[in-house]
């Protein structure tokens, strides 16, 4: 018998696995592509791991011949692969960089967290908001196996020049993983996990996205309303549920992407308009925004004094001048907040046997609870009385949702600690908090809005005794008559002919350049 033929009866099979490696997004450096190689697993070490997931890999470094049609005339090229002789699933990434920090560091952290001015070196609401994000709520597993998450989502909407991108690029290199992205150069196979084929095998194989590869972290989403909405609709899944299911060419799985997200968007005029209401300024849907903790509405207000600080550290910049820097009291390197985050959340999430830390995942004191809960129902009173003020729905939605975030900021306000009950005081900074993000979005323009009301409904009155039933008129009458006439605003009149046509008091036609009365 031939030696060199193979008996398909008499051999031994045995499973194999061709893997790819890329290099971590946060080990990544900046303006380079991630590296990535091709790994070969056989017998007990296939079906380790899935798409996504941080690994540690110990095996023989080889090459081998593509024999593809590309490469006929290329006869001394080889690829490189990697033999696997060992995996190292990381079950949690940041519990891994806790086995790295020192005893000397670990007391410092622990004196930090002592520090009652901890919280105030993070300076104003929106950069405290950031760092309620970068630590994180606790998670929770409900006897029923359903999953509440403990991850902060933030926005933050506002105008053009307000440092939004700047404080999204200080996350990506604080937070111990990071990815960041801009919402145009972004898809929804990119954000989620997207289906290759293999050239080789023809095979189908997953590739996770930037929500998989963040998994543990804080995803940055720049320019998030330049975003196609049904590229947006694709992480609706990832930001409440923190999974990604996919059902795509025969392949059905559930990955994970506990990531925290923030978002920096404009509205939809460029700069926010406080005449106009929330809805008319924001272009996101209510399913989208009830998903974020925390909404900041970032406006560039004229302030002589906050000018003329910029203008001048503009200018030393420019002209290459010493910029005066002055130091914070207690101020943390990024290093340190860096390894201190880290610190934080392992310490909240390591309770494998072989580390010997306790579990520290905060919750709410009973007084706590019951402050959250009668504030949560005054919120709610407060939101119903606007939408009754203005004769519509609010456009930012508060919701149970909005509840749980106030809990996750309550919980990492006592994170940040080390604390592992969170009592009335972190309950109160959190209320502050959302009062000051979410809503102070919904009541914008309340001040103007209520002069504004008034000014609708006399308009409404005078249409009714301008227009009988049955008769019609065009726009620019009416302007001519109501703003230039009677010194109306023409924002008013269009407010006010909006009204009546959602009351069916008028039809609006010919791409709403005439006016009809229809109905009472």
């Known amino acids: 018998m031939d030696p060199f033929i193979i008996v398909h009866e008499k051999c031994t099979f045995i499973d194999q696995q061709v893997l790819k490696l890329q290099e971590a997004p946060d080990m990544v450096p900046v303006g380079e592509l991630p590296r990535h190689i091709l790994l070969s697993a056989d017998r ?54 806790l086995t790295m920090i020192s005893d000397q560091e670990e007391q410092q952290f622990l004196e930090m967290s002592r520090n009652p001015n901890l919280y105030e070196i993070f300076a104003n609401n929106i950069k405290k908001a950031i760092a309620c994000l970068l630590f994180g709520g606790s998670k929770k597993i409900l006897p029923d196996g359903l999953k509440l998450r403990g991850d902060i989502n933030v926005l933050l909407l506002g105008d053009p020049g307000t440092a939004k991108s700047q404080l999204l690029k200080f996350v990506e290199k604080v937070a111990p993983v990071a990815v960041y992205t801009s919402g145009k150069g972004s898809s929804a196979a990119g954000l989620t996990a997207s289906v290759q ?49 996919i059902a795509k060419a025969g392949i059905t799985t559930i990955l994970n992407s506990r990531t925290s997200v923030l978002a920096a968007a404009n509205p939809i005029f460029g700069r926010y308009d406080d005449m106009k209401t929330p809805g008319e300024n924001i272009d996101f849907q209510t399913t989208i ?15 002589e004094i906050r000018d003329r600080n910029i203008a001048k550290h503009v200018m030393n910049i420019h002209m290459n001048r010493a910029v005066t820097e002055q130091n914070a009291i207690g101020e943390i390197s990024i290093e340190k907040m860096k390894k201190y985050i880290s610190y934080c959340k392992a310490y909240t999430m390591a309770f494998f046997s072989m580390l010997n830390y306790r579990k520290c995942a905060p919750r709410l004191s009973p007084e706590a609870a019951e402050k959250l809960s009668s504030h949560f129902v005054a919120i709610r009173k407060q939101v119903q009385q606007v939408e009754q003020q203005t004769n519509e729905r609010s456009s930012i939605p508060i919701t149970v949702r909005q509840l749980e975030a106030i809990i996750r900021i309550t919980e990492s306000l006592a994170k940040m ?50 227009l009988a039933i049955g008769w019609s008129t065009s726009y620019n009458t009416l302007t001519r008559e109501f703003v230039n006439g ?26 709403r350049s005439i006016i009809y009365r229809s109905g009472v």
């Open 44 to 97: 007990y070490l296939t079906g380790r791991t899935i798409p996504g997931s941080r690994c540690s890999i110990m095996g023989i470094y080889s090459i081998y011949q593509n024999k593809g049609a590309k490469n006929k005339g290329a006869v001394a090229i080889r690829n490189a692969y990697v033999r696997v002789l060992g995996i190292e699933v990381d079950v949690d990434p940041l519990a891994k960089g």
């Open 197 to 245: 084929r293999d050239p080789t095998t023809r095979e189908f194989y997953l590739e996770g996205g930037a929500m998989v590869l963040a998994d543990g972290g804080v995803v940055c989403i720049d320019e998030f309303d330049k975003m196609r909405d049904e590229d947006r609709v694709a992480i609706h899944e990832a930001m409440e549920q923190q999974t990604i299911s």
């Open 289 to 303: 925004l009830s998903r974020f903790d925390m909404i900041f509405i970032v406006k560039d207000d004229h302030d």
């Open 417 to 466: 600690r080390l604390r592992p009950v969170a009592g009335e005081e972190e309950v109160d900074e959190a209320i502050r908090l959302f009062l000051a993000s979410t809503m102070d979005a919904v009541g914008q323009g309340q001040a103007t809005r209520q002069e504004l009301v008034q000014e609708v409904a006399k308009i409404e009155a005078d249409l009714r005794q301008r």
């Open 486 to 511: 009677k010194g109306y605003s023409a924002h008013a009149l269009a407010r006010a002919l909006v009204v009546m046509e959602r009351r069916d008091t008028i039809q609006m036609r010919n791409q």
